[in-house]
């Protein structure tokens, strides 16, 4: 697949069903304030959502205005947000996007954002310092509700591997490429997000993909291509394969025990479900830019 290209739309309608399938229909809510939404998402660059939450309820109980955040001493709001770590790194981002806000605007809201077409709004956040194509889409869609599709690791990690974007499309091209294939409605995006996060994390991992318990496994282009590699090597070799992931277990191989692997259940996602429903803003995963 050339690189910019849009994904296979039957790819895309094979998957979207069986991620509904397996971890819910979802349905937009509205989640924070925009300003506060594009604060939380600074602070869950490169944390998990509980150390996220921590760090901001942290952040709101020591400051009571977004204006005392920016104005006090960086140290002060380093402390502040230590739990969510990186705090040296992220207490300087969020002054200087508070600061940004502010001379853009002359006061510290970007409630504006609501009025504008999505691609007008994230010209605009774009434009902040600190804030890239993930925070920018955290924004439009979790606070107003605007169809950006935010790309984080697992997003993007899952995406490549389905096949929805070619393997040499970065995490900030991928966010054009997918919106555009998801056609602009807010809630379908939004259930895509969410899902594909939550099957990044139970079972389309980084480390491995579980694609013998996966229930894409007939929507997926890194499966299709495994699958046939492994009836060639095996024909050949008659040994098991590799499934790609250092010694990943072959899609649909038996344990070691000779039993098959089951299919997956509730208990596989429950875990990633649960934290999702949990998140003081929605789900975030690791970060893929900013
Ligand atoms: S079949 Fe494997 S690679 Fe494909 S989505 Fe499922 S777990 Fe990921």
């Not at 790819?11 to 979207?16: H, K, P, T």
């Not at 194509?133 to 935010?150: D, E, R, Y």
């Not at 997918?178 to 594909?196: I, K, Q, T």
Request: charged fraction near 20%; proline fraction near 9%; aromatic fraction near 4%.
């Amino acid at each position: 697949m050339p690189p910019l290209m849009s994904p296979a739309p039957n790819r895309l309608r094979c998957a979207e069903p069986a991620l509904h399938a397996a971890y819910g229909p979802r349905r937009w809510r509205r989640h924070l304030p925009p300003l506060d939404e594009l604060i939380l998402t600074v602070l869950s660059q490169h944390t998990s959502d509980a150390n996220t939450a921590r760090a901001f309820q942290s952040l709101r109980a020591r400051f009571p205005t977004w204006e005392a955040v920016r104005s006090a001493p960086t140290t002060e709001v380093a402390d502040a947000i230590r739990s969510g770590g990186l705090a040296d790194l992220k207490a300087p981002r969020i002054q200087a996007i508070l600061d940004s806000v502010l001379e853009e605007r002359g006061t510290l809201d970007v409630d504006h954002l609501a009025g504008l077409p999505l691609d007008e709004a994230r010209r605009w956040l774009v434009t902040l310092n600190g804030v890239g194509p993930k925070t920018a889409a955290c924004v439009l869609l979790f606070s107003l509700g605007k169809p950006a599709l935010p790309v984080d690791t697992h997003v993007h990690r899952v995406a490549k591997r389905l096949g929805l974007i070619g393997p040499e499309v970065s995490a900030d091209q991928a966010h054009a490429v997918l919106e555009a294939a998801l056609g602009g409605d807010r809630d379908r995006v939004y259930a895509f997000h969410v899902n594909m996060i939550a099957h990044g994390r139970a079972l389309c991992t980084a480390r491995r993909p579980f694609c013998e318990r996966c229930p894409l496994t007939g929507c997926c282009e890194y499966y299709a291509e495994h699958a046939t590699a492994r009836s060639g090597a095996g024909a050949a070799s008659g040994s098991a394969p590799s499934g790609g992931g250092g010694n990943d277990p072959l899609p649909g191989a038996p344990r070691a025990n000779g039993k098959q692997r089951p299919p997956v259940t509730p208990r596989d996602h429950g875990r990633a479900a649960r934290r999702l429903g949990r998140a003081p803003g929605a789900v975030r995963g690791g970060a893929v830019g900013s």
